[in-house]
């Protein structure tokens, strides 16, 4: 048993990564580059005063710190919006998975994609 187990809300163990990449889409955090490819970058949305906030986010469920992360990311929201992390967690447990983000921008719509290459 880890120590955070004993305080932490146990359904933290099921937060996947592409649900929390659309909460924070969702409320306009924007995707940055990120120089580590085991995380993602986001920027708090503007309009809170001074610089904005970083905060990185796993990439994936793989990693070995990857619950460590993700506790991390909640409590920070939670700091940041103000509310509970149990109010943040529920949030992102009912937060629809988002599609994957590219730090290059969109995906290319396939349809138009077709469009622009037939004669």
């Known amino acids: 048993m880890n120590n955070m187990d004993k305080w932490v ?3 933290v163990k099921w937060v996947k990564a592409a649900n929390i990449h659309a909460y924070l ?6 995707l940055k ?8 970058l986001f920027e708090e949305p503007p309009g809170n005063g001074g610089k904005p906030i970083l905060q990185t986010v796993p990439v994936s469920e793989g990693g070995s710190d990857y619950l460590d992360g993700i506790v ?3 409590t920070t929201l939670a700091a940041l ?8 967690l529920n949030d ?5 998975p988002a599609e994957p983000a590219s730090v290059n921008g969109p ?8 469009e622009s290459t037939q004669p």
């Open 33 to 40: 580059s990120s120089p580590r490819p085991q995380v993602m």
């Open 9 to 11: 809300d146990p359904r």
């Open 81 to 88: 919006e103000d509310r509970y992390a149990v109010d943040v």
């Open 72 to 74: 991390r990311v909640i």
């Open 107 to 114: 995906a290319p719509n396939p349809a138009r994609v077709r």
């Open 25 to 30: 889409l969702a409320r306009g955090w924007k």
């Open 92 to 96: 992102i447990l009912q937060q629809p």
